[in-house]
């Protein structure tokens, strides 16, 4: 894969941390997930119910991403998000407390998966195809007015590109020089439909064209492609100088839902070897940057924090029927 | 269970008698904003025309000569994009007021008003909050045809998560927009063209009316008693509420009593008003701008139904039939719920 010439070791090394611990967080969803849904699958029973969209193979855009974000920054993301709220320093405790709906959860269990809200790290997504792009403005121009270098980020998939939302999104975003970096994952495939059906541009970096900005695709799934393309936008937006936009290659490598036996996928036979985690493993390896030992030690330290969550959501308290109503406003106003 | 919160009795301000200053309800409105504007540095006006146009239905005239471009912002005909940008400036701690002109145009941007502006409180379990004002114009009456007439509020006041407000006077408009850009819930603030006093417009002659000058907030959620009566109950709002005045005061030389209850908001709404009245009069009339079936009339009919229903020897609904608004006056006038439709509603009731 191409390097970055300008990474240190240490940031390698960190982001490889942060795909292990992405890929181990969602090995155990799925392992929760499935748990009880068997025999014969049923989506809403359970300890994890409802819809799950796991994001294995999409890490190096959250990885390459995340090292340039502090707290302070503003995320919003997509129905597919695990990834980069672990990269963007979302609580692990209180997101998987959310997933599995218990009281001690980020929305206490009024939210789940798709709608998970953390104002500590100014992360939010949403599951609605390119509906989380416009509130990354508002964040944005929050920050603008008040003078700080602070920055939005907006990630949605390659579906989201063909979406009114996206383009108002980006033509805004330039008109008022907004700090803000959308990222498109282009996954190749919207549900089931290939990107090559629905997209009437080989990369939607070109779309960037369109509105006066820059546009970049990092081919590959490359976690240093990320890095340096993200590096360069998050500067330019801290700068002042306005939006960008960069779509990465990625790949899913897991159904669009679980539960989703990819009969359409065209694709499948070639997924393993475009794994990106080993690609990026081995690399750091024949750089001579990490051992197997260190490997094994980051998963070991990963599957320690997970399982931690997990602990702590399955001990959390399920939410009191009674309050089902709470939280629908600030100030009361049922009757 | 039991979900009620505003049930105790809070003294509202007093509205000041006639001939103290008088302004119409777009000057009360834009007054409004220009006091909280002046207070919190945090409110901002952004949609399309609100700069120097000053909001097609002059909610916003003269603010940009106040606070100029960067906080009273024309924003491109992009409305999901705006929408959506207030939104996230709320959620960081700004309180935008965001007009969508018309509400018939809503539909371009609906997801992010029902899905994002007033979800995202619920969803984070009361972590972010989404202290934002969406302000749009309703209503028909001066043949706009069917795509710029529309009432719509029973839609969002349907939907949770957003307070609904729709005033009828100038000192109501004046109080409930203080009001809504101090709530830190999302407010959706709906007035209807035809009580702004607009010069171009056909002007209600309350549409003019005394607001105090100093900074005052009516409460959202409270019905008022807009007149006093024992025969019949009309519950309405927003021009309906003029309307139905009418019909009390010509009503009222032939003897018989109508009482007016002037909703001001649908979210929260104001159930023990509507039953308070109806235990006096034990007749209701439901005036409705918007579209008569799945709204606003089944439900106020609908909380004294489930409430005290022997209190109830007549109901009747005047609203717009469930057809789009037609263009021509003939036909606009035939759907819109007249003073003469109510007039003979009334009539009927006192009969039964």
């Not at chain 1, 049923?42 to 995340?66: K, N, R």
């Not at chain 1, 218990?102 to 939010?124: A, K, Q, V, Y």
């Not at chain 2, 929260?268 to 009339?285: E, F, N, Q, Y």
């Amino acid at each position: 894969m191409t390097l970055y010439p300008e990474l240190t070791d240490d940031k390698r090394r960190e982001m490889l941390t942060t795909m292990v611990l992405i890929r181990t967080y969602e090995e155990a969803i799925l392992r929760e997930y499935h748990a009880d849904k068997s025999p014969g699958f049923d989506i809403g029973a359970g300890l994890v119910p409802g819809e799950m969209h796991l994001s294995a193979g999409q890490e190096p855009v959250a990885a390459g991403l995340g090292l340039h974000l502090t707290k302070d920054d503003a995320m919003t993301a997509s129905h597919r998000l695990h990834h980069v709220a672990i990269a963007k320093g979302v609580r692990l405790r209180e997101m998987t407390a959310e997933i599995f709906g218990r009281e001690t959860g980020l929305g206490r269990g009024r939210g789940g998966h798709m709608h998970l809200f953390d104002p500590e790290t100014h992360f939010s997504c949403s599951g609605i195809v390119g509906e989380g792009l416009p509130p990354a403005l508002g964040q944005a121009f929050a920050f603008q007015r008040r003078g700080t270098d602070r920055v939005a980020v907006a990630v949605a998939g390659e579906g989201a590109a063909n979406q009114g939302a996206f383009h108002e999104s980006l033509n805004l975003a330039a008109l008022w020089k907004l700090p803000v970096v959308f990222v498109i994952e282009d996954n190749d495939w919207g549900i089931s439909v290939p990107r090559a059906q629905s997209t009437s541009v080989t990369s939607n970096a070109v779309r960037g064209a369109a509105y006066g900005m820059p546009g970049i695709r990092v081919e590959e799934n490359s976690v240093e492609g990320v890095y340096e393309a993200a590096g360069e936008a998050i500067a330019r937006a801290r700068a002042g100088e306005g939006p960008s936009l960069i779509e990465v290659h990625t790949l899913r490598l897991w159904g669009h839902f679980e539960g989703d036996a990819q009969g359409y996928r065209t694709d499948l036979e070639g997924v393993p070897g475009r794994d990106p985690l080993p690609t990026y493993k081995n690399t750091l390896t024949s750089l001579g940057l990490i051992t197997d030992s260190d490997y094994a030690a980051m998963q070991s330290s990963a599957s320690e924090l997970v399982e931690d969550a997990i602990d702590f959501a399955k001990e959390s308290p399920t939410p009191n029927p009674a309050d089902a109503l709470k939280y629908v406003f600030a100030e009361g106003a049922l009757s | 269970m039991s979900t009620t919160i505003h049930t105790t009795s809070q003294a509202l301000p007093v509205e000041p008698e006639a001939g103290k200053r008088k302004l119409s309800t777009a000057k009360a409105i834009q007054e409004a904003i220009a006091q909280q504007m002046r207070t919190d540095d945090s409110v901002f006006v952004m949609g399309e025309d609100v700069g120097p146009y000053g909001g097609i239905f002059s909610s916003t005239t003269g603010l940009i000569e106040e606070f100029g471009p960067t906080r009273i912002i024309d924003t491109p005909i992009s409305e999901t994009a705006f929408i959506g940008t207030g939104i996230g400036a709320a959620v960081e701690g700004m309180r935008p007021i965001v007009e969508l002109m018309f509400v018939d145009f809503f539909g371009v941007c609906m997801d992010q008003i029902y899905n994002h502006m007033a979800k995202i409180h619920y969803e984070s379990g009361g972590n972010v909050q989404v202290p934002m004002v969406l302000m749009t114009a309703t209503g028909g009456g001066y043949s706009d045809g069917a795509q710029h007439s529309q009432s719509l509020w029973g839609t969002f006041a349907h939907l949770p998560g957003m307070k609904v407000v729709v005033p009828s006077s100038p000192y109501d408009a004046k109080g409930l927009m203080t009001a809504a850009i101090r709530s830190n819930d999302p407010v959706v603030f709906m007035f209807h063209k035809g009580v702004m006093g607009l010069g171009w417009m056909k002007k209600n002659k309350r549409s003019i009316g005394a607001v105090p000058e100093e900074p005052y907030e009516v409460p959202i959620g409270k019905a008022r008693v807009a007149r006093e009566g024992t025969d019949v109950t009309i519950v309405t709002l927003s021009l309906s509420v003029h309307h139905s005045l009418d019909v009390a005061e010509k009503l009222e030389k032939e003897g018989i009593s109508v009482e007016v209850i002037d909703l001001r908001s649908l979210v929260p709404l104001d159930r023990d008003a509507i039953v308070a009245s109806v235990s006096k009069t034990g007749r209701l009339i439901v005036v409705d701008e918007d579209y008569q079936s799945f709204g606003v009339s089944g439900e106020v009919i609908a909380s004294v139904a489930e409430r005290q229903p022997e209190l109830l020897k007549h109901v009747a609904r005047v609203c717009v039939p469930d057809v789009p608004l037609p263009y021509a006056s003939q036909l606009e006038y035939a759907v819109l719920p007249t003073p003469a439709r109510i007039e003979a509603a009334v009539r009927e009731a006192v009969a039964s």
